[in-house]
Structure formats: structure tokens, C-alpha cells
């Protein structure tokens, strides 16, 4: 089993920026990509940034260019850098992590944490 505790959300302005940080704990080794995840009032869950252990990134094209994500193997933790909030922002994020475990899939989410971007 692995426990992935969410922090860093918040109010900000637009333009503003905030850093959401994951804490992974537990089976870590089972992991091979984590990833952020938001979910707006009344829409789906959707994927925002995504890195593998190997350190590749991918990110949907409305966070390009303002949104980072990166990970400390340190710390077990991954960071999403996000820059110029827009309120379209606006959603509850998910740490996400993904991979295999005996074989089998393994897909483990932390508990949100919200941002809302609003003057």
C-alpha cells in the first residue's frame, strides 16, 4: 500500500502562483508514474501533469508553459509548480500514483486539496 498526503492549495488571485506538494509513503518501489489530477465542480477528473521515475513530463495544453511538475527522490515527493492561475484553474487536485505490484496494476490517490483561483 502506498499513502500519498496532499498540501500547498489555497485562495489566490489571478496571475498568482501556488506549489501543491505530494508526500508519498509506503510501498514507493510499486510507483513507476506519478501524477496531478483536478476536478472541477460538475466536469470529470482530468490528468494535469504526469512524470515517470525516469523523469519524463507531460502535461495537458492549457497548463503548458505556466504549470511544473518535478519530483524529489529524496523526500518522496512530487511538486506541481503552478504560475499565472487563471480561475479556469480552479478545481480540487489529486496526487496519483501508478505501476505494478506482483504483476498487477496498482493505482493510489491522495485526499485533494483545493485550489481556487478568484479575485
Known amino acids: 500500500q502506498v499513502q500519498l498526503v496532499e498540501s500547498g492549495g489555497g485562495l489566490v488571485q489571478p496571475g498568482g502562483s501556488l506549489r501543491l506538494s505530494c508526500a508519498a509513503s509506503g510501498s514507493i518501489f510499486s510507483i513507476n508514474t506519478m501524477g496531478w489530477y483536478r476536478q472541477a465542480p460538475g466536469k470529470e477528473r482530468e490528468l494535469v501533469a504526469a512524470i515517470t521515475n525516469s523523469g519524463s513530463t507531460n502535461y495537458i495544453d492549457s497548463v503548458k508553459g505556466r504549470f511544473t511538475i518535478s519530483r524529489d527522490g529524496a523526500k518522496n515527493t512530487v511538486y506541481l509548480q503552478m504560475n499565472s492561475l487563471k480561475p479556469e484553474d480552479t478545481a480540487v487536485y489529486y496526487c496519483?500514483?501508478?505501476?505494478?505490484?506482483?504483476?498487477?496494476?496498482?493505482?493510489?490517490w491522495g485526499q485533494g486539496t483545493q485550489v481556487t483561483v478568484s479575485s
Open positions: 496519483n500514483g501508478k505501476g505494478k505490484f506482483w504483476g498487477g496494476p496498482v493505482d493510489y
